[in-house]
């Protein structure tokens, strides 16, 4: 397999899991409480919850717009939609972010063990990989440009 495919093969994984993963954190404006806490969001998201403030449904719409503008430019660096601007600048930061987060899972877990879970080492795991992935998929789509 070239280096191409492998990058759409790359861009195509990430974009679907930001999407998937924006839709579980927009469920939450749906579900409800639970659904907060099996996420693991902070406590005053999950209080906002509970008590019907704002905060929750706006701070998760907005941090699932986030998901899905990622999606976007995982899409438009694969070239299955049009370009948008600043793509390598996004997509250079989107896969840094994505691999510091994963990153973070682990001085997190040391320093607050009660919240360590499968579930947070999972979601630590993939940001980290999804993180590899929007960089080498960029960097295997860029070399196609390139040539």
């Known amino acids: 397999m070239n280096k191409n495919k492998v990058g759409l093969l790359f ?34 998201i999950i209080q906002s919850a509970v ?16 998901f899905l503008l990622c999606a976007i430019y995982a899409l438009s660096a694969a070239n299955l ?13 989107i896969s840094i972010l994505c691999i510091f987060r994963g990153l973070a899972t ?19 795991a993939t940001w980290f990989v999804s993180g590899v992935l929007f960089f080498l998929g960029f960097r295997f789509r860029q070399a196609l440009n390139r040539s």
């Open 11 to 44: 861009l195509s994984i990430v974009a679907g899991i930001a999407i998937l993963t924006a839709i579980a954190h927009i469920s939450c404006v749906f579900i409800g409480e639970n659904c907060y806490r099996s996420q693991l969001a902070p406590e005053v």
């Open 106 to 124: 682990i001085p997190l877990s040391l320093t607050y063990p009660e919240m360590v879970s499968g579930f947070s080492i999972i979601a630590g």
């Open 51 to 66: 008590n019907g403030t704002l905060l929750a449904p706006v701070g998760t719409t907005f941090i699932s717009l986030l």
């Open 81 to 93: 939609i049009i370009k948008l601007p600043l793509l390598k600048t996004a997509m250079y930061s």
